[in-house]
């Protein structure tokens, strides 16, 4: 597949989302504030990874768009919460994300984090009120994303990310800190896409799903981690060297960029080994392929 036609498949699979998206919202002059703030972060863009990962997901297994896009919705929803609360000055305290002042430099520290909350809590709503693939399905679903996005996932990474902040930690413990802070939601994604097309948790075609995503997200930390290093905040549409600034460990602790690009291609070859004996797989290789080789 070339970089052209991805291309076009990740644009067509982003506008189905953020379509999905604008429906969740209402007006309602009253908290108008705290909706503007939500859209401020939901609508500036991004790559749309974790919800393509959904779609394309649910359509290698034989299922409808209409059944994945709520679960699209859903996981993007978390995925913007976490970084409107990453940015914060109680966090990382970032100024720039996808090209335009942070949330809380906008909207202020509290509308910031409210905006957040909403977003996370809104997220599971849209979830559980998937009426296509019915409340068995929702339910499953509902409760591997909340696995993925909690204490034993997403935020327990970020508190391991933050507690290893001036220390050293070892590659294993590295290794941990991101399959839970970056591969748990990348995980959460791609199973809901399965669970959408009917893929029960016990099918043996989910271990395939998760050794995929497993690999894809851990992969796609590497790259993170080597641009951070090497890219600029005009391309990427966020500061550079923050994780040095921080003195937080990354992949180029243990490995030269060299070093981490071949780990991160081997993560990937693995990930397409996983799920390249399916026939409508083309587009998820392609997709893990291209994280490995991105540039921004």
């Known amino acids: 597949m070339t970089d052209e036609i991805l291309e076009l498949i990740l644009h067509r699979d982003a506008t189905m989302t953020e379509d999905a998206l604008r429906k ?18 939901l609508f500036a863009g991004g790559k749309r990874i974790r919800p393509a990962l959904t779609l394309e997901f649910c359509r290698m297994f034989g299922g409808e768009d209409s059944a994945a896009l709520p679960f699209a919705c859903a996981v993007e929803m978390i995925h913007t919460y976490s970084l409107i609360h990453d940015d914060l000055p109680c966090m990382d305290d970032d100024e720039m ?30 979830a559980a009120s998937n009426s296509v693939v019915g409340s068995d399905i929702s339910a499953k679903a509902v409760a591997y994303l ?17 507690e290893g902040e001036k220390k050293k930690l070892t590659l294993d413990e590295l290794l941990k800190l991101h ?17 959408a097309a009917g893929v029960e948790m016990t099918d043996p075609r989910m271990e395939d799903v998760v050794t995929y995503a497993e690999n894809i997200g851990l992969a796609f930390q590497i790259v993170d981690d080597i ?28 490995f030269t960029i060299e070093e ?27 997709i893990a392929e291209w994280l490995a080789t991105r540039k921004k």
Do not use: W
């Open 24 to 41: 969740v919202y209402t007006e309602d002059e009253d908290i108008k504030v705290l909706l503007d703030a939500e859209c401020y972060s």
């Open 97 to 126: 994300r996808r090209g335009k002042p942070t949330n809380h430099k906008v909207f202020g520290e509290s509308t910031a984090l409210l905006a957040g909350d909403s977003l996370l809590t809104g997220a599971f709503e849209v």
């Open 146 to 162: 909340a696995s993925c996005a909690g204490r034993y996932g997403m935020v327990g990474g970020q508190i391991m990310d933050l």
């Open 179 to 195: 399959s839970l802070k970056t591969g748990a939601l990348i995980s959460a994604a791609s199973v809901m896409g399965a669970l």
């Open 227 to 254: 641009l951070d290093k090497t890219g600029n905040a005009e391309e990427l549409g966020k500061n550079v060297g923050v994780d040095a600034e921080h003195q937080k460990n990354t992949f180029l602790s243990f």
């Open 260 to 286: 981490a690009q071949f780990y991160a291609d081997r993560l990937t070859r693995e990930a397409i080994d996983a799920i390249r004996k399916y026939k409508e797989s083309e587009t998820l290789c392609a």
